[in-house]
Protein backbone atom coordinates (compact mmCIF):
# COMPACT_ATOMS: atom_id res chain seq x y z
CA UNK A 1 0.00 0.00 0.00
CA UNK A 2 1.49 3.56 -1.14
CA UNK A 3 1.91 6.59 1.12
CA UNK A 4 -0.85 9.19 0.86
CA UNK A 5 0.49 12.02 -1.21
CA UNK A 6 -0.20 15.65 -1.92
CA UNK A 7 0.62 18.02 -4.48
CA UNK A 8 -0.87 21.95 -4.99
CA UNK A 9 -0.49 24.46 -7.73
CA UNK A 10 -2.11 27.66 -7.28
CA UNK A 11 -2.72 29.85 -10.34
CA UNK A 12 -3.97 33.80 -9.89
CA UNK A 13 -7.46 34.45 -12.14
CA UNK A 14 -7.79 37.23 -13.70
CA UNK A 15 -11.52 36.69 -14.51
CA UNK A 16 -12.81 36.24 -11.19
CA UNK A 17 -12.91 33.78 -9.30
CA UNK A 18 -16.82 33.60 -8.21
CA UNK A 19 -17.00 33.36 -12.07
CA UNK A 20 -14.29 30.04 -12.33
CA UNK A 21 -15.77 28.26 -9.08
CA UNK A 22 -19.82 28.97 -10.68
CA UNK A 23 -18.58 26.88 -13.86
CA UNK A 24 -16.69 24.40 -12.48
CA UNK A 25 -19.77 23.81 -9.87
CA UNK A 26 -22.38 25.11 -12.14
CA UNK A 27 -21.29 24.55 -15.57
CA UNK A 28 -18.90 21.92 -15.99
CA UNK A 29 -19.78 20.74 -19.34
CA UNK A 30 -18.99 24.35 -20.45
CA UNK A 31 -15.23 22.84 -20.17
CA UNK A 32 -15.69 21.16 -23.44
CA UNK A 33 -16.05 24.93 -25.08
CA UNK A 34 -13.04 26.41 -23.35
CA UNK A 35 -10.67 23.57 -23.70
CA UNK A 36 -11.53 21.57 -26.71
CA UNK A 37 -8.35 20.24 -27.12
CA UNK A 38 -8.38 18.83 -23.37
CA UNK A 39 -11.98 18.07 -23.03
CA UNK A 40 -13.79 16.33 -25.70
CA UNK A 41 -17.29 15.02 -23.87
CA UNK A 42 -18.99 15.68 -20.37
CA UNK A 43 -22.07 14.06 -19.67
CA UNK A 44 -24.00 14.34 -15.94
CA UNK A 45 -24.58 10.33 -15.18
CA UNK A 46 -26.34 10.77 -11.87
CA UNK A 47 -27.77 13.43 -10.00
CA UNK A 48 -27.81 17.33 -10.56
CA UNK A 49 -25.13 19.99 -11.35
CA UNK A 50 -23.97 21.66 -8.52
CA UNK A 51 -24.73 18.93 -6.19
CA UNK A 52 -22.70 16.90 -3.49
CA UNK A 53 -23.08 13.22 -4.39
CA UNK A 54 -23.38 13.88 -8.39
CA UNK A 55 -21.66 12.09 -11.02
CA UNK A 56 -19.75 13.28 -13.47
CA UNK A 57 -18.08 11.82 -16.93
CA UNK A 58 -15.32 12.84 -18.47
CA UNK A 59 -13.69 11.91 -22.06
CA UNK A 60 -10.54 14.05 -22.06
CA UNK A 61 -6.96 14.06 -23.58
CA UNK A 62 -4.22 13.63 -21.29
CA UNK A 63 -0.41 13.87 -22.60
CA UNK A 64 -1.73 12.97 -26.27
CA UNK A 65 -3.65 10.31 -24.67
CA UNK A 66 -7.43 10.16 -25.00
CA UNK A 67 -8.97 9.37 -21.74
CA UNK A 68 -12.43 9.11 -19.67
CA UNK A 69 -13.81 9.35 -16.44
CA UNK A 70 -16.20 9.42 -13.60
CA UNK A 71 -15.95 11.56 -10.61
CA UNK A 72 -18.00 11.66 -7.43
CA UNK A 73 -18.82 15.68 -6.45
CA UNK A 74 -17.87 14.90 -2.76
CA UNK A 75 -17.86 18.24 -1.46
CA UNK A 76 -19.72 21.96 -2.27
CA UNK A 77 -18.73 24.54 -0.19
CA UNK A 78 -20.19 28.07 -1.48
CA UNK A 79 -18.35 30.28 1.19
CA UNK A 80 -14.76 28.79 0.18
CA UNK A 81 -16.00 28.69 -3.28
CA UNK A 82 -14.66 25.03 -3.14
CA UNK A 83 -15.19 21.56 -4.85
CA UNK A 84 -14.40 18.51 -4.11
CA UNK A 85 -13.82 15.52 -6.79
CA UNK A 86 -13.39 11.84 -6.12
CA UNK A 87 -12.05 10.08 -9.12
CA UNK A 88 -14.54 6.71 -9.04
CA UNK A 89 -13.75 5.23 -12.66
CA UNK A 90 -11.18 5.74 -15.36
CA UNK A 91 -7.47 4.86 -16.37
CA UNK A 92 -6.30 7.56 -13.81
CA UNK A 93 -7.51 5.27 -10.91
CA UNK A 94 -5.62 2.45 -12.30
CA UNK A 95 -2.37 4.37 -11.36
CA UNK A 96 -3.83 5.76 -8.15
CA UNK A 97 -6.08 5.24 -5.51
CA UNK A 98 -8.06 7.17 -3.19
CA UNK A 99 -7.26 10.44 -6.06
CA UNK A 100 -8.93 13.12 -5.06
CA UNK A 101 -9.23 16.91 -6.52
CA UNK A 102 -10.08 20.02 -4.31
CA UNK A 103 -10.28 23.43 -6.19
CA UNK A 104 -10.44 26.70 -4.43
CA UNK A 105 -11.03 30.00 -4.36
CA UNK A 106 -9.30 32.63 -2.36
CA UNK A 107 -8.54 36.26 -2.52
CA UNK A 108 -5.16 37.77 -1.23
CA UNK A 109 -4.58 41.63 -1.61
CA UNK A 110 -7.50 41.83 -4.11
CA UNK A 111 -6.49 38.90 -6.29
CA UNK A 112 -8.52 35.49 -6.66
CA UNK A 113 -6.32 32.88 -6.79
CA UNK A 114 -7.50 28.86 -7.93
CA UNK A 115 -5.89 26.59 -5.78
CA UNK A 116 -5.46 22.99 -7.09
CA UNK A 117 -5.07 19.99 -4.73
CA UNK A 118 -4.18 16.65 -5.56
CA UNK A 119 -4.42 13.89 -2.69
CA UNK A 120 -3.23 10.20 -3.98
CA UNK A 121 -1.73 6.84 -3.00
CA UNK A 122 0.24 5.58 -6.11
CA UNK A 123 -0.44 2.24 -6.62
CA UNK A 124 2.84 0.92 -8.13
CA UNK A 125 5.85 2.58 -7.60
CA UNK A 126 6.99 2.22 -10.85
CA UNK A 127 3.92 4.66 -11.92
CA UNK A 128 4.88 8.38 -11.73
CA UNK A 129 3.42 10.86 -9.25
CA UNK A 130 0.56 12.82 -11.50
CA UNK A 131 2.43 15.72 -11.84
CA UNK A 132 0.92 15.95 -15.42
CA UNK A 133 -2.91 15.76 -14.17
CA UNK A 134 -1.89 18.54 -12.23
CA UNK A 135 -0.63 20.63 -14.72
CA UNK A 136 -3.86 19.81 -16.78
CA UNK A 137 -5.90 21.88 -14.05
CA UNK A 138 -3.29 24.72 -14.23
CA UNK A 139 -3.97 24.94 -18.27
CA UNK A 140 -7.33 24.40 -18.53
CA UNK A 141 -7.91 27.41 -15.69
CA UNK A 142 -5.88 29.76 -17.84
CA UNK A 143 -7.83 28.53 -20.87
CA UNK A 144 -10.95 29.47 -19.31
CA UNK A 145 -9.26 32.91 -18.20
CA UNK A 146 -8.73 33.42 -22.07
CA UNK A 147 -12.00 32.35 -23.01
CA UNK A 148 -13.29 35.08 -20.54
CA UNK A 149 -11.66 37.89 -22.36
CA UNK A 150 -11.07 36.79 -25.69
CA UNK A 151 -7.80 35.90 -25.86
Known amino acids: MGLPCK ?9 GGDVFHQILCNNPGHL ?9 GFDLHHGTLGANGSVLFWKYTLEGKEQTCKQIIQDID ?10 IEGEL ?21 VT ?13 HPFSVLNFCVEFTSEIEHHIFGK
Request: glycine share 2%; net charge negative.
Open 93 to 113: IEMYKNLIITMHVETKNGIDY
Open 7 to 15: LIAQVAFKA
Open 78 to 87: EEKKQITFKF
Open 116 to 128: WTMEYEIIDDANP
Open 32 to 40: VTTSPAKFQ
